[in-house]
């Protein structure tokens, strides 16, 4: 059976109007209109991309829960927002993690992240949590290394810590910990730049790897993470 087809003249267009008068579907040379104030199109029956001139509404918001589906790289987060992280380590401690050494030695927690987006855009935070370490009355100190290698050995262009004194401790009792570090590319406002010497910014899609050293000052036994208890090791990356 033959299409019926209804074609204006080559000078006009064809225009389908509502009791009213108003333009429901128009035609020009290549292409149609349907007029904004159509209602009652079945959401089953929509298929294709939306235009980018598409904005929210009741129409969107009325979507309800999205169940599947990836966000794109496009899509605008707010400054704030958590858009991505990890959990590089979490066990419980069965021997003690701990060092006579006076220079920085591995501890053995580690772990690898891969940024969404780039440092222009976005802040790493990356927390440790110990529940019981013991300095034995001894000074001493912890870092977090930041490198584009999976290096066990410390390196102070790697270091997270740009501070003389970094994160240091010195107790005669047992204690729980708590440290975090920020990789931060520009100062703004109340808060500054930090990075490693070595890696002044990061990019999205590039694995790097962090890993936590620790040293005793000059003398005693660290008990970096004592046996019997628990850490964790995580990292957020956060919208500027």
Partial sequence: MA???????????????????????????????????????????????????????SGLTALGTVASGTLGSGVTFPSGCVIGGAMLERFNVTSHINSTSTSFVDSGVWGSYTPIKSSSVTRLKIHFHV??????????????????????TYASATNLDNTTYMHRNIATADRTYHSTWDFIQTTSGRVSANFPSSITSYSAGTPYYFRLYYKVASGGNFYFAHVGTQLAFWIEEIML
Avoid: E, W
């Fill in 3 to 57: 299409n019926m087809i209804i074609k204006p003249a080559a000078d006009g267009n064809l225009l389908i109007q509502d009791r009213a008068g108003g333009a429901v579907l128009s035609t020009s040379t290549s292409g149609a209109t349907i007029a904004s104030n159509v209602t009652g199109i079945p959401a089953a029956g929509v298929t294709g991309v939306l235009p980018a001139a598409v904005t929210g509404g």
């Fill in 131 to 152: 529940g019981f370490t013991q300095a034995q009355n001894y000074l001493t100190y912890h870092t977090c290394g930041m490198d584009s290698s999976n290096s066990t």
